[in-house]
């Protein structure tokens, strides 16, 4: 017992000391790893906001509501209550826009290296040091970009940027038109066209060009009528439904918008690049703050450079600096997640809604023929963008309103120069949205099917009941 | 001896305890401090970049060039090396472009406040979820501004936003020129005039606008001449000389720059309240990524809200979430900080600027009348943020080369419809370049006085060495 005790004070001190030596291994180790300093409260109000999860129905936003001091939900179409949790059924689907959701839970798996911090004094200049309004570092990435991709050589092009591609549409449009004519640039388009192709062109009602409409109206003048200047767009594959389109004017062919003035001799080819949903890069855009065009002429690219200018001061220094950031997640590793993810993703989409639409007499998609992919070196089932949907029966002229009766919003096909027997489908926005139109979409072919089965061929007044 | 051997080791064994269980406090505290998860990367990343100082003569950003993976620093004008830390004296200043540089250290003193994450997923559709592309909190935001500085009541107003101050002037002249007339709308301005009121409505060439020059021309036809569309451009306080003006047209007056489409009946009061360097906002541009308008008129509102969407879809969101996160910080504590940082910085630099030239008989500066200011509940003395300054001799007819000459590079003064004896000096860009400026005039000034004080009058070939 005596002995016990006079050992118990000295292994009881080894032991306590071992320990204050493993404490100050931690802490050293503690201390030494990095903690943020001036950027801890942007940080930590993101990840607040990033932890509202919104039962997977919904985001919450840095710039949305707070309420009582927490961020508020804003749910996907369909569904409702503070963490989005409600599906209504009897709700429309709106698959009208080209908002390209279907990306959002890739960036959210890759929330790390996605993210951004912008400092406050974030390039407070209107031009950065070489005096352009693009980030050199940008531009570089994109040619990268294109290497990878295989889609475009960049060699002796030049990168114009655009806030999005209605912008750089039309600064290569006030680009392309020539100053010095008294006759307007005739532009046009292969019927169905981008609604933006009309709608811009009207809109900016410049004296230098002006929308002609169906560039086949113009196949034999343009051949026989050399002094007007034609600008046609061209968009492959195809917005809204998916062909890979050709100029009719001139045999010229891109894989991306392109613009090709046609005027006397061939002196110009102007390509749009934009992202689209292809077999190679399968999106319409790969990111929504910011496009490019690849230019091929200097004075072009000087004309585009100074409409975006003269319009904005260039693209937003904060959108810029974003692209960055997700280009780079673009090219990491093998640098094909991104486009692996998004094409399995709109194939499955592209699939269940031919498979539900297979057995229907009354609607009809577009067809498109597999492509081989240069990027993914094989041949590949087509995954497009937007549906372009026919109502086949001569009874059903308006096939939004029909569509639209079935609980399901989609754009008109009259927008597109085309008619109204033609609906587009967007097929790029959240997995919710797909669904809730596939949902009705099963219902409208199943209230079919009944009828064929019943002997009824008449048009219904209501497909299903909503 | 043995009485202190038999205490050594409970003595400490105690001591021990008593550190572990100070460890053990430690590391449960630092534990439950928040630490940055998936942000952390880009927190560190910003830091990183931030700390490189540049001698306080630059600073490096987060999309500039990275070389060895150090961020490499970009100089301010006259300033080399690695570090910025190398003068060149013999480099002119550039105080030509309207760069907001001088908030830069505002914004440094506040990086914590100031700073914002962006994840990879913010804001992916082309809408807000109101389906409008402005940010609904942003502009309830603007509103408590402008209601917290009182330069203008927002009750019953609409706000647009634009990528800056073009971008809405172009959208204004659009929406309030006539679309159902054959003649297009005059827009006019009173000279000195914003380079960009021609610059910008010449090179949009719409056939609904075209820009006639000075206003004064129309004084008397406008009264008239009831049939034609008047849009005046004022500016007030006025760029370049910082006077408060007046609208020619119709004695309309607005603090900010003002449009009033004069067609017959006084119709439609519209003003684009941008900030200006005045005694209560004493800064061209609060932020430099996004500027709103505030506006009288429900359809010129629509008219403009749909020019942003065709032209850009909005401004971009990566814009409007910074744009909010700096303007919170505008209205922190006291919400008087950012004013008095600006009014005292521009104050100083208008000061020294008029203490050196005060002695000159060959050039002079704009005689700026001191103001009652609402903010500051004072009359404050001038802060414009630009030198509208004059070469008073016959022989110095070319002002800009005469500057040029001496190491300065301004504005040539005929490009606000005036002629080249005047030249636009930017006091608004960062210290160096204005300490630089200084530096030169200081010199030239000199020059002035030895040449008189030998009797000599007449030009010197060149009034410095370079």
Redesign the interface.
């Given at each position: 017992m005596g002995q016990l005790q006079r050992w118990i004070?000295?292994a009881?001190?080894l032991c306590?000391?071992i320990?204050?030596v493993v404490?100050?291994v931690?802490?050293v180790q503690?201390n030494s790893k990095?903690?943020?300093?001036?950027?801890?409260?942007?940080?930590?109000?993101?990840?607040a906001?990033?932890a509202v999860t919104c039962s997977g129905h919904g985001?919450a936003?840095?710039?949305?509501?707070v309420v009582d001091g927490s961020p508020v939900c804003?749910c996907n179409t369909c569904f409702e209550g503070p963490d989005c949790s409600q599906f209504s059924p009897h709700c429309a689907a709106d698959v009208e826009?080209?908002?390209?959701?279907f990306?959002?839970p890739f960036?959210?798996q890759?929330?790390?290296?996605?993210?951004?911090?912008?400092?406050?004094?974030?390039?407070?200049?209107?031009?950065y040091?070489d005096r352009s309004t693009i980030?050199?570092?940008?531009d570089k990435l994109i040619r990268k970009l294109h290497a990878h991709v295989g889609n475009a050589n960049t060699t002796g092009r030049f990168i114009v940027f655009?806030?999005?591609s209605?912008?750089l549409l039309?600064a290569a449009v006030h680009a392309l038109s020539p100053?010095n004519s008294s006759e307007p640039a005739k532009v046009v388009a292969t019927i169905p066209y981008y609604p933006?192709y009309k709608?811009?062109t009207e809109?900016?009602?410049?004296?230098?060009f002006h929308f002609e409409g169906d560039a086949s109206m113009y196949m034999n003048s343009s051949t026989s009528n050399t002094t007007s200047t034609f600008i046609e767009f061209v968009t492959s594959p195809n917005n809204p439904d998916g062909k890979l389109s050709k100029a009719v004017l001139r045999a010229l062919m891109s894989k991306q918008y392109m613009i090709v003035p046609t005027t006397g001799l061939i002196s110009l080819q102007f390509q749009l690049l934009q992202m689209t949903i292809s077999c190679c890069l399968p999106f319409p855009s790969l990111l929504?703050?910011l496009e490019w065009a690849l230019v091929k002429e200097k004075d072009v690219f000087e004309a585009m450079t100074?409409?975006m200018s003269?319009?904005?001061?260039g693209?937003?220094?904060?959108?810029?600096?974003?692209a960055?950031?997700?280009l780079k997640?673009v090219m990491e590793g093998s640098g094909r997640e991104i486009f692996e993810f998004s094409s399995k993703t709109m194939k499955d989409r592209w699939d269940q809604l031919n498979k539900t639409l297979s057995v229907s007499k009354h609607f009809s998609l577009q067809e498109i023929t597999p492509q081989h992919c240069t990027f993914f070196q094989r041949v590949r089932t087509p995954s497009p963008a937007y549906a372009w949907l026919k109502c086949e029966r001569r009874e059903d002229k308006d096939c939004p309103a029909v569509i639209r009766e079935a609980g399901i919003i989609g754009r008109n096909g009259t927008l597109y120069g085309s008619n109204s027997s033609y609906v587009r489908l967007s097929l790029i926005k959240t997995q919710d949205d797909f669904d809730v139109m596939l949902h009705h979409l099963n219902k409208l072919v199943t209230k079919e099917k009944q009828n064929v089965k019943n002997g009824i061929n008449h048009t219904s007044s209501s497909y299903i009941s909503l």
């Open positions: 004070y000295p009881g001190l306590s000391v320990l204050n404490f100050v931690l802490y503690m990095w903690k943020p300093d001036w950027s801890k409260s942007a940080a930590k109000e993101a990840e906001v990033a985001r936003y840095s710039d949305g509501l804003e826009s080209g908002d390209p959701l990306l959002e960036w959210m890759h929330a790390a290296s996605s993210a951004v911090v912008i400092m406050g004094w974030h390039r407070m200049s209107y031009s040091s980030s050199q570092e940008l655009g806030a999005g209605t912008q039309n100053h933006a709608s811009q809109f900016f009602d410049s004296v230098h929504v703050m100074t409409y003269r319009n904005t001061e693209v937003s220094r904060d959108s810029q600096l974003r960055l950031k997700l997640v």
